[in-house]
């Protein structure tokens, strides 16, 4: 019973480990697209139609996860809804800016034809 309750319990904790390991990448990763967008007024690279997509599926994952009672998804969801959302209105609001480096491999791939 001792080892059954133990098991569970590391079970519990490496489930834990890993989804937050996997929330910290998620944020890792929306972390210098927003801050490109927002610091440089640049959009570049950025599909508004792409991130719609991923609002959609983030809210439709959050609804999964609050069935099913996992605080991980939950909170995972949650940061890619918001970052998603936030892309997605400053993409409008910078749509055709670019910073001086994408402006200029822009103009570097019009001149190569
Ligand atoms: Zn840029």
């Not at 801050?35 to 950025?46: D, M, N, P, T």
């Not at 800016?97 to 994408?102: A, G, I, S, T």
């Not at 570097?108 to 034809?113: F, I, L, P, T, V």
């Amino acid at each position: 019973m001792f080892l059954i309750n133990f098991a569970q319990q590391i079970k519990c904790i490496m489930e834990n480990i890993f989804g937050f390991a996997g929330t910290a990448l998620v944020i890792t990763g929306y972390i210098p697209q927003i801050y490109h967008l927002i610091k440089e007024h640049c959009s570049e690279g950025l599909s508004i139609k792409a991130y719609l997509l991923w609002c959609v599926s983030s809210l439709l994952f959050l609804v999964h996860s609050f069935i099913i009672g996992d605080i991980v998804f939950q909170f995972v969801q949650l940061i890619s809804l918001i970052s998603s959302v936030i892309i997605v209105i400053y993409c409008r609001k910078f749509k055709d800016h670019y910073c001086v480096y994408h402006l200029n491999k822009i103009k570097e791939a019009n001149q190569k034809g």
